[in-house]
């Protein structure tokens, strides 16, 4: 259970703020030092450091106090108590479980830590996650990734065939250990995958995602994710390993496969070897290594925003976070980007304005236009919107008649939060932005506002906050419940943020009065309804006629596509009837495609600055600042379906409308993909694919 206020204080009085310090073993028997300096490690080693640190009854208490108390503003808490169909296996009392972890025993802070980050990661909702940096500087990879194809008319687990091309760029540091350890991963390239752990390889696809994988509401969007894909990290191309090759935790040491290999006679069963891959900040010893990852910092806790000192900092730090855009994200766990064999990128050349996180092209048929957006989250807010007009009047100008939109793997690193982490999705703005872009006003018709009706959850302390900002006079500028991020500018030059596209003023308290509903029993308190809208920030005029007709705009991807990526493809589909295409997912499968689709994510630093800005970190009902180094984000605002305004997005169940296998040719070649999407969706050819 999570102690009283007073309590945790004469806690934290006691040790000394900030003092909390695990007792590491001694120089000769510390097992951090084995693994000091290395950039990969057997994982048992890598664990062994994690669990030299003993379990600390007064870290248990802090973590399970500011995670209680940050989920009351967690808008989706309700529904999990039984999730509705078909999202029915992401169902967690999450109370109940975090009563649990308050009571039991552990031998280490690494096995609490463990425990709450599963619990947490089964509500499958990436915006809301337990993230220590402390435990997620080592990330497991395998070198035999694997992915769904279809060869000769059947779908299959495969390992990826560009094995040998692929597993070299990690270095010479990761494929130097299996040649000391005489493993051949090399001539594992291409081997059909007949077993994973015993079972069949798409029912181990199902147990991971089920078990591990988290972040999207719907299995089979997990299960998608299990496999290797293309995607672009940053702005350069690269390869995921997947879900079952690429794991959050050095906890397990080899992965057994039945596998045939390429040009054998007869199936084997082998025993690949995990290796640990290391992303935090280096070490020497382990009082090193709890120093470096584990304590708290300067940008663990939030700051009062009303200090200029501080804002300042954050200025300097996170530039466009300072602005309070709007973000909606989830997290990869997939820290480590791994490139992308360059043989397989586009040889058709980029356009100009490919230059940061969309790259795009005109296919070789002269009439295709392809923009990979990988992500809406770009280090220049404007920049991404000026590359979108560049692009589409160099479109114009080539007389491209027809657009492909590729979302696969829809995410970017992040500068804001837990640094290391690739984040799916990014600012809701860009997201409307590019929705009313591709339309044109024409077809906005009297829908001038492209976004969602949005609330947030009106907990007690939520209402305190929202009165307190405007008691003090706060703006957007350093407050996201300010009723100034509220306001918007829409196409005619008038402000609103209600529905009826009126003005919402500064002073104005969306929580009075609050609006209830039932969900699972539970009394749900949430914000009057407000505008998601996003004008005033849209540096480009919008065309009034869209360049392509909305019947030759398509889009693609894996699904792996959530938060702002989520809602401007739900726009789409519900506004518009675009078609959308899913590749690769389990043989047979339908699935959503989209992922979670938050309206808005507050990281910890977000939530714990809005508390302190509005002089309320001294409530009972507020969260004591983290004495680790961790993030505890929650999805803080919901947007609800067009199709049914009292669901929100999230549990509106929509699939996409094709379903294609991926092939030799496309799993790993954007280009190739794109070439036959576009044969098919463009065409009467792609009826037979329905999902």
């Given at each position: 259970m999570v102690p009283s206020t007073g309590r945790f204080a004469a806690l934290v009085a006691l040790l000394g703020y900030g003092s909390v310090a695990l007792a590491a073993p001694s120089a000769a028997s510390d097992p951090c030092v084995k693994v000091a300096g290395q950039a990969f490690v057997p994982p048992s080693d890598a664990l062994a450091c994690y669990k030299s640190f003993p379990f600390n009854e007064t870290i248990r208490q802090n973590v399970l106090t500011v995670v209680d108390r940050v989920?009351?503003?967690?808008?989706?808490?309700?529904?999990?108590?039984?999730?509705?169909?078909?999202?029915?296996?992401?169902?967690?009392?999450?109370?109940?479980?975090?009563?649990?972890?308050?009571?039991?025993?552990?031998?280490?802070?690494?096995?609490?830590?463990?425990?709450?980050?599963?619990?947490?990661?089964?509500?499958?909702?990436?915006?809301?996650?337990?993230?220590?940096?402390?435990?997620?500087?080592?990330?497991?990879?395998?070198?035999?990734?694997?992915?769904?194809?279809?060869?000769?008319g059947a779908e299959g687990v495969y390992v990826v065939p560009d094995l040998d091309q692929f597993i070299p760029l990690l270095g010479s540091n990761f494929t130097d250990y299996f040649a000391s350890a005489k493993f051949d991963w090399k001539r594992l390239a291409g081997a059909r995958v007949l077993e994973i752990e015993g079972k069949d390889p798409y029912a181990y696809a199902e147990h991971i995602a089920h078990?591990?994988?988290?972040?999207?509401?719907?299995?089979?969007?997990?299960?998608?994710?299990?496999?290797?894909?293309?995607?672009?990290?940053?702005?350069?191309?690269?390869?995921?390993?997947?879900?079952?090759?690429?794991?959050?935790?050095?906890?397990?040491?080899?992965?057994?496969?039945?596998?045939?290999?390429?040009?054998?006679?007869?199936?084997?069963?082998?025993?690949?070897?995990?290796?640990?891959?290391?992303?935090?900040?280096?070490?020497?010893?382990?009082?090193?290594?709890?120093?470096?990852?584990?304590?708290?910092?300067?940008?663990?806790?939030?700051?009062?925003?009303?200090?200029?000192?501080?804002?300042?900092?954050?200025?300097?730090?996170?530039?466009?976070?300072?602005?309070?855009?709007?973000?909606?994200?989830?997290?990869?766990?997939?820290?480590?980007?791994?490139?992308?064999?360059?043989?397989?990128?586009?040889?058709?050349?980029?356009?100009?304005?490919?230059?940061?996180?969309?790259?795009s092209y005109i296919l070789p048929d002269g009439k295709t236009g392809v923009m990979f957006v990988s992500s809406f989250e770009p280090d220049d807010a404007n920049a991404?919107?000026?590359?979108?007009?560049?692009?589409?009047?160099?479109?114009?100008?080539?007389?491209?008649?027809?657009?492909?939109?590729?979302?696969?793997?829809?995410?970017?690193?992040?500068?804001?939060?837990?640094?290391?982490?690739?984040?799916?999705?990014?600012?809701?703005?860009?997201?409307?932005?590019?929705?009313?872009?591709?339309?044109?006003?024409?077809?906005?018709?009297?829908?001038?506002?492209?976004?969602?009706?949005?609330?947030?959850?009106?907990?007690?302390?939520?209402?305190?906050?929202?009165?307190?900002?405007?008691?003090?006079g706060l703006n957007s500028t350093n407050s996201f419940y300010a009723p100034s991020n509220c306001r918007v500018i829409d196409y005619d030059n008038s402000t609103g943020a209600f529905l009826n596209d009126t003005v919402?003023?500064?002073?104005?308290?969306?929580?009075?009065?609050?609006?209830?509903?039932?969900?699972?029993?539970?009394?749900?308190?949430?914000?009057?309804?407000?505008?998601?809208?996003?004008?005033?920030?849209?540096?480009?005029?919008?065309?009034?006629?869209?360049?392509?007709?909305?019947?030759?705009?398509?889009?693609?991807?894996?699904?792996?596509?959530?938060?702002?990526?989520?809602m401007f493809t739900t726009l789409m589909n519900e506004r518009h009837n675009t078609a959308i295409a899913n590749f690769g997912g389990k043989p047979g499968s339908k699935f959503e495609y989209k992922g979670m689709a938050g309206n808005e994510v507050l990281e910890w630093v977000d939530l714990d600055s809005e508390i302190k800005t509005a002089n309320l970190k001294n409530d009972p009902l507020a969260p004591p600042d983290l004495l680790v180094n961790a993030n505890i984000r929650h999805n803080w605002r919901i947007a609800y379906s067009f199709f049914d305004e009292k669901t929100p997005i999230e549990y509106k169940s929509e699939r996409a409308r094709f379903r294609f296998p991926y092939t030799l040719d496309t799993y790993n070649n954007p280009q190739n993909l794109w070439t036959f999407a576009a044969s098919k969706l463009f065409s009467s050819d792609g009826s037979s694919y329905y999902a």
């Open positions: 989920l009351n503003f967690y808008t989706f808490e309700d529904y999990y108590l039984h999730s509705p169909k078909p999202f029915q296996d992401s169902t967690v009392n999450i109370r109940a479980q975090l009563k649990r972890i308050g009571s039991t025993k552990y031998k280490t802070d690494f096995d609490f830590n463990y425990d709450l980050y599963n619990v947490v990661n089964q509500l499958n909702d990436g915006h809301t996650l337990w993230i220590t940096k402390c435990y997620g500087v080592y990330e497991n990879l395998l070198p035999a990734p694997v992915v769904t194809l279809e060869q000769n078990t591990q994988s988290g972040n999207y509401l719907d299995h089979g969007v997990r299960v998608n994710s299990v496999f290797s894909s293309y995607r672009i990290s940053g702005t350069s191309y690269s390869q995921r390993f997947g879900d079952i090759a690429g794991s959050a935790f050095p906890d397990k040491d080899t992965l057994t496969m039945k596998v045939h290999v390429v040009n054998a006679t007869k199936a084997e069963t082998i025993k690949v070897p995990f290796l640990a891959s290391f992303a935090g900040v280096p070490f020497k010893n382990g009082a090193d290594f709890w120093a470096n990852n584990c304590a708290p910092n300067a940008q663990t806790n939030g700051v009062d925003l009303k200090n200029t000192g501080e804002m300042e900092k954050l200025v300097k730090r996170t530039p466009e976070r300072a602005r309070r855009l709007a973000k909606a994200s989830i997290i990869d766990k997939q820290k480590l980007a791994v490139g992308l064999p360059t043989q397989f990128e586009p040889t058709t050349p980029k356009l100009n304005g490919s230059e940061g996180v969309i790259k991404f919107m000026t590359d979108v007009q560049t692009v589409f009047n160099q479109f114009k100008a080539k007389g491209v008649s027809q657009l492909l939109l590729d979302l696969t793997n829809n995410g970017d690193r992040s500068l804001f939060g837990m640094d290391t982490d690739a984040r799916i999705g990014g600012y809701v703005c860009l997201g409307h932005f590019l929705h009313a872009f591709l339309v044109g006003k024409k077809n906005l018709g009297d829908f001038k506002n492209p976004g969602f009706q949005s609330t947030m959850r009106a907990s007690p302390l939520a209402q305190k906050i929202l009165a307190s900002v405007i008691s003090l919402m003023p500064s002073n104005y308290n969306y929580m009075t009065p609050t609006t209830t509903r039932k969900i699972n029993g539970q009394d749900f308190i949430e914000s009057q309804r407000i505008a998601d809208a996003c004008e005033s920030i849209f540096n480009v005029d919008i065309p009034e006629e869209p360049y392509f007709a909305l019947d030759k705009i398509a889009i693609v991807g894996n699904a792996n596509c959530a938060s702002t990526c989520a």
